[in-house]
């Protein structure tokens, strides 16, 4: 676009071309004509100025790829978060909390027929607290969430096991310090 060696380079300018889409327009160089003013501050004295047109679209191109692959890079994260929280391979042992108990050396009021046995919460099912004597294959289910679950998990009525009150003044054993001593285990997957 340059003339002959020594000779003055081609003078450019801009011309807006109007877009009948909402967008901003397209601005496009075209060759200065003589006849036009010098001083136009529109004009350019480069005739690169197209390939900088081209290299700034080019660079806008580039960023939003960039965005474009940040954004799929933190949606893919977070949906590895979640999955790792909600898939089989979570670790759960730490959710459910029992220990062995007994009347001979439990502290408090022992409500129920046999001499011992597990009790447990189970914060992976809402905090059901159960109780499954030694030597049994049966699991009780002890409060109200976990007689929810009782029929998925096939556990057995905790009534079926605990002892009617001897004085006659309810009609079970006071379970108090059973229940606390369950809410203790319960307690271990709150901290």
Excluded at 96 to 122: N, Q
Excluded at 182 to 189: G, T, V, W, Y
Aim: charged share 25%; aromatic share 8%.
């Amino acid at each position: 676009m340059a003339g002959a060696p020594g000779a003055p380079a081609e003078r450019w300018r801009v011309a807006e071309l109007c877009r009948d889409d909402g967008h901003r327009p397209l601005l496009t160089y075209q060759p200065y004509s003589e006849s036009e003013d010098l001083n136009d501050e529109s004009t350019l004295t480069s005739p690169s100025a197209p390939e900088k047109d081209r290299t700034n679209i080019s660079n806008m191109a580039r960023f939003a790829r960039h965005i474009a692959a940040f954004v799929a890079l933190c949606v893919a994260c977070g949906l590895g978060a979640i999955c790792a929280a909600c898939g089989e391979g979570t670790n759960t042992t730490n959710l459910v909390h029992s220990e062995h108990i007994s009347k001979a050396t439990f502290k408090g009021i022992w409500p129920v027929s046999v001499d011992g046995g597990t009790l447990a919460c189970d914060a992976t099912k809402g905090g059901s607290i159960t109780f499954t004597p030694d030597g049994s294959n049966d699991t009780y289910a002890s409060n109200g969430t976990a007689m929810g679950w009782a029929p998925k998990e096939g556990w057995k009525d905790f009534h079926d096991i605990w002892l009617d009150d001897p004085d006659g003044l309810g009609p079970k054993v006071n379970s108090r310090d059973f229940d606390a001593e369950a809410q203790k285990l319960c307690s271990m997957n709150r901290t």
